[in-house]
């Protein structure tokens, strides 16, 4: 019994927003009659919503160095009108475009960057300034004007589907208020190729750890958990083939979470932006080139808003002066709402990508039922504050449990170890005065160093 | 002297899952300088914040009795109001505000809500006058040195009419001179009646100013001593404080020492932002292989932003100078650059330079030499953590597994974590700050271990310390700093407290 309760608080962090998700899923699944879940709103869902994954993940990795970028959605704005004006002035082929694009974000990235990591001015004040600049920029160069329609090879990006083979059912099948008439052979492939993936990839892991000695969950834990997943994952390519398959866009997400994932995970530079993040000073006595890499984070940020410009014009077929607004808004709050930490060093590329999906489907389902955008934008601010109290809510219960457990185990070895001064000095630390995170609450202490970073 | 005022009887404290104090009598006679002493985890705080409501009545199990009373407080408001104060480690003083409006806050006489200006400086005067600190009480807290602000703290208890005061560590973060300006202003208070129980880790400190010593251990009272009788020496309190009778605090160790192959010539930093400020002044110096040499010196001789200096240019301006390793001249114009070129820098302030409180341990041990386990820039988590507990079991890292934070670690253990990461970039020239500031004796004495494991493996060592028996307990060799210049280098044999000390004040006349 205890275990089960165990199990369920260590991973009610990991797994509340997931919960949250499915919540939200099946409430407006509900509202919504069964609408929200139709393969064709699926699609939709996807390519509607596209640009707040991608902007999430930018913005995740800007707030693990423990900054902000409020400049995304006109910059998005920017480089889209920068392209349409590009293709429908010039006649440049749109791949050629595209690619310009991107280098124009990266350069805005630099741009903003070079501000916040060597003149270390607050990002708050540089982006909140890129966000006025490159609105201006936008309709300067848009005139106020819209710019439309734009070629079709370039609207795939935001609404064309992956080249696929269709098999035509021999006859209509109804199922839960769904009609399957066709199906897109890719799709399911796709889901299945995913799935042996996934399995694959927990199994090895899942040996990995044990073979270090390390505890893993309990065996049929693992086994629900894979089963779930891969049951999703195939609902999900299921729904996809039945309509119009897989969406360009879904395949440019799937390859932006995989490949963000392992940087931030796997490879020494996102080992180091987490560093910078948790602590800028050790980071850099640690030899990590703290500089750099905050600029690098920002030129990233540059490159996905550009993408996300560019993937929000295709699908409006066009560029519009305000375009690209309060994008930064759903961005940031997907970021915290996945688990974001607001003093840095803390989040994960599948958090962002879990509280983009939370935004999306509240976007969606909210537009479906007909709420207006004033509801829609009152409801995603008290969901975004509620997501995040009970995150904090819960670490605090997390580290409170596991400071007592520490010294529990700690107390019966008995000699120099120090249990109780990080019970007690935790305790009474927060007891005095919840405010300040730990860590940063120190006042004077060691004087000499304080001013040399 | 014979009177009572605080008298605390079989004190118990719970938190979940540990016994923190397990049945504590304290007793502490009126007008007296009362120490408390045991290792960290002993309970001491745990204890204060008990007396001072910090933990209401009611969360703990005993009695407490002021003047003969038995006492339930249940906000620290309550035992303020019983004339208790208590000034913690960490100093509750907020930057911004003038020194004033610290010392009267929570305490301002106001009419209509408007705050009595006038009464507020002039009260502010006095204290700070009754202190002895000669500062405008208008100037900004974040002005003041640390010293100064824990008088400024004092000030403040003295505001509310404290008859029992309580400083824990309050020497901790203070220079010599400071130390002994506090230990002179506790024997002041003391003449006019004011009580005071003080933490403190500083036996020889605890030894000069206190009537009466109380050692704490696991929870419990083990012993009172008095000081008077002559017979309490460090090593007595110590064996208190272990449990165990400590005729070595330094490890043993037969030094092998090789040939010089560290040297600095002539480093000079000036100030980051003051443009003719001088910190560190043409300072040269040599480290053999397998020695353990030491850096003397106060409080802004520039021990510390010289060693940053050298270690990636990580403090101040560079001015001039020359590294040389193995003969030739090597460059540290980044940290990166002084890793790669076999330097380690084990800074001062651990939670605020060493660690990354919210990552775990694997990650603070491989951060500096990521390197050694990746390839093509993909990190090898398997041989990490492999590697990274290998490091923990060797270091004696008290904690569940590599993945703990360190944040929920105690002092000791975080500092084996950054000596870890330092040992895990396999340098040939450690530079130690202050490696055993503010952990208990225990872990010094692993910390001691360690150090000498390194230098038996031929690696050199440069210890700073601001704890004179520290360095003439575990160096070969010492340098001494003041004003940012080199002013002496004794071997072991010839070094004690009096010669270091008078090398370390050299110049500092001139300055003031």
């Not at chain 1, 709103?41 to 409020?70: C, E, K, R, S």
């Not at chain 2, 008095?226 to 330094?250: C, K, N, Q, W, Y």
């Not at chain 2, 020239?429 to 952990?439: F, M, S």
Request: a neutral charge.
């Amino acid at each position: 019994m205890g275990a089960v309760r165990e199990l369920l608080r260590n991973n009610a962090r990991q797994y509340g927003m997931l919960m949250a998700l499915v919540v939200i899923a099946v409430l407006f699944g509900v509202l919504t009659q069964g609408l929200l879940l139709q393969p064709a709103n699926i699609n939709n869902l996807i390519m509607q919503n596209g640009y707040i994954l991608i902007l999430a993940i930018g913005m995740m990795l800007v707030i693990i160095t423990g900054h902000i970028d409020l400049s995304v959605g006109s910059v998005a704005a920017f480089v889209g009108a920068t392209s349409a004006v590009l293709m429908t002035g010039t006649g440049l082929p749109p791949y050629v475009v595209v690619v310009l694009a991107l280098l124009l974000g990266g350069l805005i990235g630099a741009w903003q960057g070079f501000w916040v990591a060597y003149v270390r001015i607050p990002a708050f004040i540089v982006t909140l300034a890129g966000m006025l600049l490159f609105r201006g920029l936008t309709m300067i160069l848009l005139g106020g004007e819209t710019v439309a329609p734009l070629p079709a090879s370039f609207r795939a990006i935001g609404s064309g589907f992956v080249p696929d083979v269709v098999v035509e059912l021999p006859y209509t099948i109804w199922l839960l208020g769904i009609t399957f008439d066709e199906l897109h052979v890719f799709a399911l492939l796709f889901g299945a190729v995913a799935s042996a993936l996934v399995v694959l990839g927990q199994l090895l892991g899942r040996r990995r750890l044990r073979r270090h000695g390390l505890s893993v969950g309990s065996r049929p834990w693992f086994i629900v958990k894979l089963v779930v997943l891969v049951a999703v994952l195939n609902a999900f390519t299921f729904m996809l083939a039945v309509h119009n398959g897989v969406p360009v866009i879904g395949v440019v997400l799937v390859v932006l979470i995989v490949g963000y994932s392992f940087v931030m995970n796997r490879m020494t530079i996102g080992r180091r932006v987490y560093a910078v993040g948790g602590n800028e000073k050790a980071a850099m006595l640690s030899g990590v080139r703290t500089k750099p890499t905050t600029f690098w984070v920002f030129v990233n940020m540059g490159v996905l808003s550009a993408l996300a410009g560019l993937v929000f014009a295709a699908r409006l077929n066009a560029a519009t002066p305000r375009a690209g607004n309060l994008f930064e808004l759903d961005a940031i709050a997907a970021a915290f709402i996945g688990g974001a930490s607001a003093t840095g060093g803390v989040g994960t590329v599948v958090g962002a990508v879990i509280g983009a999906m939370v935004m999306g489907l509240m976007n969606n389902g909210m537009s479906i039922i007909g709420l207006g955008v004033d509801w829609q934008q009152a409801i995603k601010g008290l969901v975004l504050l509620v997501a995040v109290a009970f995150d904090i809510f819960n670490k605090n219960r997390v580290r409170a449990s596991r400071t007592a457990a520490a010294a529990a185990s700690d107390g019966s070895g008995g000699t120099g170890a120090d249990p109780v001064p990080a019970a007690g000095a935790n305790g009474s630390a927060a007891e005095r005065e919840p405010d300040p995170p730990p860590g940063t609450a120190r006042t004077g202490g060691t004087g000499a160093v304080a001013g040399s970073g | 002297m014979g009177d009572t005022i605080l008298e605390m009887r079989g004190i118990t404290k719970a938190f979940p899952g540990v016994v923190a104090l397990g049945g504590v009598d304290l007793r502490v006679r009126r007008g007296e300088i009362h120490a408390l002493v045991g290792e960290n985890g002993a309970g001491k705080s745990t204890l204060m914040n008990v007396l001072s409501g910090v933990y209401p009545h009611g969360s703990y199990g005993g009695d407490i009795l002021v003047d003969g009373r038995v006492r339930a407080f249940r906000s620290v408001r309550d035992s303020e109001a019983a004339g208790i104060a208590i000034i913690h480690q960490e100093l509750a003083l907020v930057p911004q505000l003038s020194i004033a409006e610290n010392i009267m806050l929570g305490n301002e006489r106001t009419s209509w809500g408007v705050i009595d200006l006038d009464h507020t400086t002039r009260r502010a005067r006095e204290l700070l006058a009754e202190v002895g600190l000669a500062e405008d009480p208008g100037a900004p807290v974040a002005a003041l040195s640390v010293g100064r602000q824990q008088l400024v703290e004092i000030a403040k208890a003295l505001a509310k009419d404290v008859r029992l005061l309580i400083l824990d560590e309050p020497t901790s973060a203070l220079n010599e001179t400071d130390s002994a300006k506090l230990l002179r202003l506790l024997r002041e208070l003391r003449g006019q009646g004011i009580t005071c129980i003080m933490i403190s880790h500083k036996l020889n400190e605890i030894i000069e100013i206190a009537d009466t010593i109380t050692v704490l251990r696991d929870g419990r009272t083990i012993e009172t001593l008095d000081p008077e009788s002559g017979a309490v020496t460090e090593d007595r309190i110590i064996s208190g404080m272990v449990g165990r009778d400590l005729d070595h605090r330094f490890p043993d160790r037969v030094p092998e020492i090789g040939e010089t192959f560290f040297e600095v010539r002539d480093w000079t930093v000036d100030h980051p932002t003051q443009a003719d400020r001088r910190v560190v002044d043409g300072v040269g110096l040599h480290v053999r292989r397998g020695e353990i040499v030491g850096l003397a010196g106060l409080m802004g001789a520039g021990r510390t932003e010289f060693a940053m200096s050298v270690f990636g240019r990580s403090y101040g301006r560079f001015a001039g100078g020359t590294v040389i390793k193995d003969g030739r001249e090597i460059r540290t114009r980044h940290v990166g650059e002084a890793i790669a070129n076999g330097i380690a820098y084990v800074p001062e302030d651990r939670k605020e330079l060493g660690l990354i409180l919210d990552d775990d341990i694997r990650r603070n041990l491989t951060l500096a030499g990521l390197e050694r386990i990746s390839a093509r820039a993909v990190i090898d988590r398997g041989g990490e953590v492999v590697r990274a507990e290998d490091l923990r079991r060797r270091l004696r890292v008290k904690s569940r597994s590599v993945l703990q934070t360190t944040g929920e670690l105690s002092g000791g253990n975080q500092q084996k974590v950054v000596l870890g990461k330092w040992m895990f970039s396999e340098p040939d020239l450690l530079i130690l700050d202050e490696p055993t500031r503010g952990i208990d004796v225990g872990a010094k004495y692993e910390i001691y271990q360690i150090v000498h494991r390194l230098t038996a493996q031929g690696k050199g060592v440069l210890l700073i310390s601001s704890e004179l028996p520290e360095l003439l307990g575990m160096c070969d060799r010492i340098y001494t700093m003041a004003q940012g210049r080199v002013t002496g280098e004794l071997p072991r044999a010839e070094a004690d407290q009096e010669a270091l000390m008078k090398l370390m004040t050299t110049t500092t006349k001139t300055r003031g």
